[in-house]
């Protein structure tokens, strides 16, 4: 039996909620945050619309960081807080969730600095129009392509899921916290390339225990936010991340994310020396930025964007040669001539590729162009210098998805 509202008319909650979601997708949003208003008891069959609009988005293919990352890009901080509670009465009724799942909800529910003001809680009217335009966004989400089993579904989630971060992987990220907090650039080189040392190393002893386990190991998927502004050298220096640690980047520039495909040590390593070189990537464009204000130099949108290019590219041929060096001194290790380990790594590129190729069946290599700031380009070019991190793919370019 419908519950009915307090009109007395009869008409159920759910019929209210689908008139008032009707009129907003016929842009009429006024008429259907009306509606609400008028009807208190109408509120959970709005609330259970917007938690199955967001179970929608996960068989879709989105994930928490990425719906969150649309919501924050198109509508306003109010519209993330609505999303962020929806997120979190749906995840919550999952028994198990996959490790990113879990990381990402962490960090959405992680309190924020505020004001120290009570914040307004708005009236009826607006806070139905502000569910209206989030359940409008979600409902026009597009199919992306998956990177994981959808929470909820019966599969089966890898021991490290349960488990928790290998005990190498918490070494290397408390190096990198070491080298974004230190005032001091031999420091921070030295810490970094440590990082990159030990997740070379780590990649490579990964590989061989799983083909000596005959583990019928995988390559997976992750996503990671590319956000503006300059997004396209963002894009560039993950790439260059991503091929260091043998895996592969593909940059969806419409809805700012790159998927990265890779062994699943190999990921984890990407997203945290992605991080961590994007921190001092941004710190350092700060400090030339002060540099050059200070010298009575004025630099603008063209010498902050030439600078993270410079950076990207230089980045990504120190890290390439990290990389051969390490799998070099591997090589040379294993089996006096590496016979084992040059066959394993090359079955897991073969791997990677084939499942990047499956996934997207169609990439265009997107150049970049306007980089203009001779003395931007100088200057990020030395900043990657001094943060001597190693990772891939000299070019200055991404591979985006053609759309």
Not at 178 to 187: I, L, M, R, S, V
Not at 200 to 215: G, P, T
Not at 326 to 352: F, K, S
Request: net charge negative.
């Amino acid at each position: 039996m419908g519950e009915t509202n307090d009109g007395g008319t009869g008409e159920t909650a759910a019929g209210t909620v689908e008139r008032a979601l009707r009129a907003a997708l016929s842009s009429d949003t006024d008429t259907g945050a009306s509606l609400l208003a008028a009807d208190p008891a109408a509120d959970a069959e709005l609330r259970r619309r917007g938690e199955g609009y967001v179970r929608l988005a996960w068989e879709r293919g989105w994930q928490p960081a990425d719906v969150v990352r649309m919501v924050r890009r198109d509508l306003e901080e109010t519209h993330v807080r609505l999303v962020a509670e929806l997120i979190g009465a749906e995840t919550g009724r999952y028994e198990r969730l996959p490790r990113r799942w879990s990381e990402q909800l962490a960090e959405l529910t992680a309190p924020a600095a505020g004001t120290g003001r009570p914040e307004r809680r708005p009236d009826r009217f607006s806070y139905a129009t502000s569910v209206l335009e989030l359940y409008l966004l979600l409902a026009r989400l597009p199919a992306i392509e998956p990177v994981g089993p959808v929470p909820g579904t019966p599969v089966h989630l890898p021991p490290a899921d349960a488990a928790g971060e290998p005990r190498m992987l918490t070494r290397i990220r408390a190096l990198l916290a070491k080298a974004e907090a230190t005032g001091y650039p031999q420091e921070a080189e030295a810490l970094t390339a440590k990082a990159q040392e030990l997740m070379a190393r780590h990649s490579i002893d990964e590989a061989l225990l799983a083909d000596r386990a005959h583990s019928g190991d995988v390559p997976g998927a992750c996503r990671i936010g590319v956000d503006a502004p300059y997004e396209t050298a963002k894009a560039i220096l993950l790439d260059a991340v991503a091929s260091a640690n043998r895996c592969r980047a593909v940059w969806n520039s419409a809805f700012g994310f790159s998927t990265v495909v890779g062994f699943e040590p190999d990921l984890a390593a990407v997203e945290l020396l992605h991080t961590s070189l994007l921190v001092q990537g941004t710190a350092a464009m700060t400090r030339a930025e002060a540099d050059q204000r200070a010298a009575g130099r004025r630099r603008t949108k063209t010498f902050r964007q030439s600078f993270l290019l410079a950076y990207a590219h230089r980045v990504g041929e120190r890290l390439a040669a990290a990389t051969e060096q390490a799998t070099g001194q591997a090589t040379a290790e294993a089996d006096g001539g590496g016979g084992a380990l040059l066959p394993v790594l090359a079955a897991r590129d073969v791997a990677v590729t084939d499942h990047v190729d499956r996934m997207f069946p169609e990439t265009v290599a997107t150049r970049v162009r306007g980089v203009t700031d001779a003395e931007g380009w100088t200057q990020g070019t030395s900043a990657a210098d001094r943060a001597q991190v190693p990772g891939a793919g000299g070019a200055v370019e991404a591979r985006s998805q053609r759309r």
